[in-house]
């Protein structure tokens, strides 16, 4: 019984001691270890084994990017305005050695130096500059936390300002200067419509007359030249009937009666006065030598 308590308790101490011993490490995760006080190496993923009571593993570290959203910071612009801006640190662990013995509280230290930063960068520029240059800023800061961190074997990735916040009344009349030019777009949009509605009004007035214009002169064209094909078709037949009459060898008597229809015809219009001749029975004996005539 008692050297199955001792076996029992020898079993017990072994399997401590192997569990004590024996260290996996996971993926994307990295042991550094002490040996008597001093760094001995590190450990990246797979298994390993410390010697008891001599190595320790001093930090747990891990190779992940790391994302820290910062408190908002005071900072003061060129122009004298204070707002609070929060910004957020992506960063990776490059080197767990530096990292654990490069400097006293990592995170906080990259938190500081982020708000100093930033605070150097803002007082550089004015208060619509800083609303305006994000990018800017963003590309400025990475650049300095990368560089300022590299003996703490940290990779500083990417900075994001996440929100900036001015005073009150900065907003208040930010808010106003932005309704104000809303109005005055609108206003331009509004004056610019009204310009080229009146623009287009005109235009399809000067067409309407250019067109009325175009069809009275192709319709008064058309009329003269139907007047003239008329015309030249009444004088076409006067022409054809002088011809046979001309043809037809006429007698003075023929020519005669002729003229006197045309007296007749022209007498007939009340506008129209006829001087009667002296020789009235000359007249009279043409026509009754006409009459002759006409009965033969």
């Not at 004015?126 to 936390?145: A, F, G, P, V, Y």
């Not at 900036?164 to 907003?171: G, H, L, N, Y």
């Not at 610019?192 to 064209?221: F, Q, V, Y």
């Not at 058309?222 to 002088?242: D, P, T």
């Amino acid at each position: 019984m008692v050297e199955f308590i001792i076996f029992g308790v020898v079993f017990l101490v072994i399997a401590i001691t192997l569990a004590y011993c024996v260290r996996i490490v996971p993926q994307a995760t990295a042991y550094v270890v002490e040996r008597v006080g001093a760094y001995h190496a590190t450990w990246h993923t797979g298994l390993h084994i410390v010697v008891p009571f001599i190595d320790r593993v001093a930090n747990r570290v891990t190779l992940k990017e790391v994302v820290k959203d910062f408190a908002p910071q005071p900072v003061i612009t060129k122009d004298n305005v204070t707002m609070m801006i929060d910004t957020v640190v992506y960063f990776q662990i490059t080197d767990p050695k530096l990292y654990t013995y490069g400097v006293e509280r990592p995170i906080s230290a990259i938190e500081n130096l982020t708000a100093t930063t930033l605070r150097n960068i803002i007082g550089d520029l004015e208060l619509d500059e800083t609303l305006t240059s994000r990018d800017l800023i963003n590309t400025q800061m990475r650049s300095i936390l990368d560089e300022a961190t590299d003996p703490w074997g940290v990779k500083v990735g990417r900075v994001e300002l996440k929100n900036i916040i001015p005073p009150r009344d900065i907003q208040e009349s930010m808010e106003k200067q932005m309704r104000a030019e809303r109005e005055r777009r609108e206003k331009i949009l509004q004056a610019e419509g009204e310009k080229r509605a009146a623009i287009l009004t005109a235009e399809g007035a000067k067409e309407a007359t250019i067109l009325r214009a175009i069809a009275e002169k192709e319709a008064t064209i058309a009329k003269a030249e139907g007047e003239a094909a008329a015309l030249e078709r009444v004088y076409q037949a006067q022409a054809r009937g002088i011809e046979l009459i001309n043809q037809s060898n006429p007698t003075n008597a023929f020519i005669t009666l002729k003229g006197y229809e045309a007296l007749e015809k022209i007498g007939a219009s009340s506008s129209t006065k006829l001087i009667i001749p002296s020789q009235l029975q000359d007249i009279s004996a043409t026509v009754a030598a006409l009459s002759e005539v006409i009965k033969k």
